[in-house]
């Protein structure tokens, strides 16, 4: 159906940056929303940042100023540039879109990548 695949993980220095890619592929009529959470060791899933079909913007706290989400519609694909990273940034990173498939377009259905690790060192 559709899978999405990341990439840009990986370890970084504190105030380092990290740059995340996300592509979606298969059977695929439009992209609504997409995103970026992530999920510490023992904690909750968040949202990290999303962006909808209309370009807006929507950013956790903790990560404003210093993260910054884009997309680019006719590759599929949405990125998260991370900047001035911290120790507290590690975690795994998933990304998530709201997709309408070409077999029932009149639905949106949300799908996950399979994750990235990003670790960041003090």
């Known amino acids: 159906q559709v899978q999405l695949v990341e990439s840009g993980g990986g370890l970084v220095q504190a105030g380092g940056s990290l740059r995340l890619s996300c592509a979606a592929s298969g059977s695929i009529f439009s992209i609504n929303t997409m995103g970026w959470y992530r999920q510490a060791p023992g904690k909750q899933r968040e949202l990290v940042a999303d962006?909808?079909?209309?370009?807006?913007?929507n950013y956790a706290d903790s990560v404003k100023g210093r993260f910054t989400i884009s997309r680019d519609n006719a590759k599929n694909t949405v990125y998260l540039q991370m900047s001035s990273l911290k120790p507290e940034d590690t975690a795994v990173y998933y990304c998530?879109?709201?997709?309408?498939?070409?077999?029932?377009?009149?639905?949106?259905?949300?799908?996950w990548g399979q994750g990235t690790q990003v670790t960041v060192s003090s």
């Open positions: 962006s909808t079909s209309g370009s807006s913007t």
């Open positions: 998530s879109m709201t997709v309408r498939t070409l077999r029932i377009p009149n639905i949106l259905s949300p799908y």
